[in-house]
């Protein structure tokens, strides 16, 4: 399955929001209900942290700005209040079959 | 706490071995698919292999068939990537992840002449 993200990079002033696109050449509905989709940022130097999973779940500790999205081929990650410390560079992964990852989209704040 | 480490990482020239180290605590290991994931300098994650629960299913990504090896022991709560015949595009920092959620710092792997 091949993941394809827009925008590759992003610039954002802090306090506005920010919207990643990600599309799926399969649909991502598997026979057990669940559409396996998930969003990771990896900031810095640091190895990819789980933000999302079957695609609008926040993980354990994940800020409440951050929601997903979305449904079938199509998800967006949407980002409400960037902070400073929301810099980095964010993946969607599917899981319904052998995983695959987007090319990363690259955000900066301006 | 979740705690996942790898170890094992080094600089190894081309056709050489290397075995990697995975070490979980904060979480009932035996219940958990875990995977390892690289990432090339530069390049985004790449998912390479995993393995379930019991140990019993491994499922690998095409361009490592035949050279990775996935295995684990649940007492020890651990899971290893054996890997053979290193090539210079296995150069990356492998990563060990629980279910994909929980992931840990990562172990690097450099081959080079």
């Known amino acids: 399955i091949v993941m394809t993200q827009t925008p590759l990079s992003l610039s954002v002033t802090p306090g506005q929001s920010a919207s990643i696109s990600c599309k799926s050449s399969q649909s991502l509905l598997h026979s057990d209900g669940k559409t396996h989709l998930c969003w990771y940022l990896q900031k810095p130097g640091q190895s990819p942290q789980l933000l999302i999973y079957e695609v609008s779940n926040r993980f354990s500790g994940v800020p409440d700005r951050f929601s997903g999205s979305g449904s079938g081929t199509d998800f967006t990650l949407k980002i409400s209040r960037v902070e400073a410390e929301d810099v980095g560079v964010y993946y969607c992964m599917q899981n319904k079959e052998l995983p695959t990852c987007g090319q990363g989209t690259k955000v900066e704040i301006q | 706490e979740v705690l996942v480490v790898e170890s094992g990482g080094d600089f190894v020239q081309p056709g050489g071995s290397l075995r990697l180290s995975c070490a979980a605590s904060?979480?009932?290991?035996?219940?958990?698919?875990m995977s390892w994931v690289r990432q090339a300098p530069g390049k985004g994650p790449e998912w390479v292999a995993n393995i379930s629960p019991d140990g019993s299913a491994k499922f690998y990504v095409d361009s490592v068939k035949g050279r990775f090896s996935i295995s684990r022991d649940n007492a020890k709560n651990s899971v290893y990537l054996r890997i053979n015949s290193l090539r210079t595009e296995d150069t990356a920092v492998y990563y060990c992840a629980a279910s994909l959620h929980y992931w840990g710092q990562g172990t690097l792997v450099t081959v080079s002449s």
């Open positions: 904060g979480f009932i290991f035996s219940t958990y698919w």
